[in-house]
């Protein structure tokens, strides 16, 4: 016999990915799943936790739990139109122009051999490690001097 939280789970994973909760869709908060479902707390914490691992949903502290885009096809992020050619929208966390996608690899590559990956793996500063921050302007010259970034 099945575990209960695995229906739930079951049942949310079907609705995803037949289309029933597109991809940005808010899901019932933690104690709201729990009254509706009548399943404890720590088992709806459980529920989102496997959808998570799943890759369905995504999960932000203070904002809730959120259905993620699972249909994109092979090499594309979010639907995006480009703002202008000479700006650089840093809105978006994806490599947008041709030949970044490579770079990034390129770039893991070089993190994972240099032997210092646990320090990546670790919540990091919010604004960022001041020695990493002064190299960014620095790094967008390098690549592209006619760019300039958005405003937010």
């Known amino acids: 016999m099945k575990a209960r939280y695995k229906s739930i789970v079951d049942r949310f994973a079907d609705s995803i990915r037949n289309g029933g909760l597109p991809a940005g869709t808010r899901l019932p908060t933690h104690r709201t799943l729990s009254a509706q479902e009548h399943i404890s707390l720590a088992t709806a ?60 690899r390129e770039a893991l590559r070089q993190v994972a051999v240099s032997g210092d990956i646990e320090s990546h793996l670790r919540y990091q500063p919010h604004a960022g490690r001041m020695t990493e921050g002064k190299f960014s302007p620095i790094i967008l010259r390098i690549q592209n001097s006619s760019l300039k970034p958005t405003m937010w």
Do not use: C, K, W
Request: aromatic letters at 8%.
């Open 45 to 104: 914490t459980r529920v989102y936790s496997e959808l998570e691992a799943m890759g369905l949903v995504s999960g932000e502290t203070g904002r809730g739990t959120f259905v993620r885009e699972i249909a994109l096809p092979y090499g594309h992020g979010i639907d995006q139109h480009a703002v202008a050619t000479d700006v650089l929208d840093l809105n978006f966390n994806y490599p947008s122009l041709p030949g970044q996608g490579e770079s990034l």
